[in-house]
């Protein structure tokens, strides 16, 4: 089962990428990220290096510094609050 913060980031992947009428196959164009690994990234489904999150970030125009721990939080790694990066 993926975790919650590759669930979140691939959902905001997906929903940023829809948004602006990008097909996968246009954003793996963009980042330089293979289309299997994006498709998978949305889906939550594959660990990957933060460098590639950052391609996608940067292709869709998504600044990373706005992904931020959600408020009662302790660890970085558990309950980012994504809202503001859209």
Do not use: H
Request: aromatic share 4%; net charge negative; charged share 25%.
């Amino acid at each position: 089962m993926a975790d919650t913060l590759a669930l979140r980031l691939g959902g905001l992947i997906r929903d940023t990428r829809r948004a602006q009428g990008l097909r996968l196959v246009d954003l793996s164009r963009l980042s330089g990220v293979a289309l299997a690994t994006l498709s998978d990234l949305e889906n939550g489904t594959r660990d990957t290096r933060l460098s590639s999150y950052q391609r996608v970030f940067d292709a869709l125009g998504i600044d990373a510094a706005t992904l931020s721990p959600a408020p009662g939080t302790d660890d970085g790694t558990k309950g980012y609050d994504l809202g503001e990066a859209l």
